[in-house]
T-cell receptor, first 114, second 112 residues
Framework: EAGVVQSPRYKIIEKKQPVAFWCNPI?????LYWYLQNLGQGPELLIRYENEEAVDDSQLPKDRFSAERLKGVDSTLKIQPAELGDSAVYLC????????????FGPGTRLTVL | GESVGLHLPTLSVQEGDNSIINCAYSNSASDYFIWYKQESGKGPQFIID?????DKRQGQRVTVLLNKTVKHLSLQIAATQPGDSAVYFC???????????FGTGTLLAVQP
């Protein structure tokens, strides 16, 4: 069974540019999560979707970050405009049902903002 | 609010020895606990989980112990192998939200 797929794996952009990350969750997983992971730190939740609905986006900086999961499967996380402090790894995870259940993570996208 | 901490940022063990990684949490309402392993350049990989109605759970070469009285969680790895070298995170769910709160991580270095 395929795991969580993310692309791109690496992205280097200049500050003030837009960037987008894509995630395809494990087949059949209704819940999808986007996390931010800074170097040496644990992941921090940005947003959680149950099917198409964003049920927890309290930690998403809405002035520059947006996310969507239009058909309840794939998801896109966007940053516009990017700032230097956005350099981090952006992880996508999915789980079968509502919490608490096991979250499976993708490999992440490493973003570098110059 | 919830906070999760690890006692040691780095743990060095000899190949074949047992490893113990500790984690403390602050919210007594926490009801679900997970250990993840993260290798360099990869996402966190699920190892084992435990719910608050249990105090011990075993997997293949791994055991998680939960002490709710002192709000402490540990991961034991038996016969540690070089492939176990990674950063290990505990994550805790509970309180007012359904969020998993991750600790900072412990780097496990296995010496041959």
């Amino acid at each position: 069974e395929a795991g969580v797929v993310q692309s791109p794996r690496y992205k280097i952009i200049e500050k003030k540019q837009p960037v987008a990350f894509w995630c395809n969750p494990i087949s059949g997983h209704n819940t999808l999560y986007w996390y931010l992971q800074n170097l040496g730190q644990g992941p921090e939740l940005l947003i959680r979707y149950e099917n198409e609905e964003a049920v927890d986006d309290s930690q998403l900086p809405k002035d520059r970050f947006s996310a969507e999961r239009l058909k309840g499967v794939d998801s896109t996380l966007k940053i516009q405009p990017a700032e230097l402090g956005d350099s981090a790894v952006y992880l996508c995870a999915s789980s079968f049902g509502t919490p608490p259940d096991t979250q499976y993570f993708g490999p992440g996208t490493r973003l570098t903002v110059l | 609010g919830e906070s999760v901490g690890l006692h040691l940022p780095t743990l060095s063990v000899q190949e074949g020895d047992n490893s113990i990684i500790n984690c403390a949490y602050s919210n007594s309402a926490s009801d679900y606990f997970i250990w993840y392993k993260q290798e360099s350049g990869k996402g966190p990989q699920f190892i084992i989980d435990i719910r608050s109605n249990m105090d011990k759970r075993q997997g293949q070469r791994v055991t998680v112990l939960l002490n709710k009285t002192v709000k402490h969680l540990s991961l034991q790895i038996a016969a540690t192998q070089p492939g176990d070298s990674a950063v290990y995170f505990c994550a805790v769910r509970g309180g007012a939200t359904n969020k998993l709160i991750f600790g900072t991580g412990t780097l496990l270095a296995v010496q041959p």
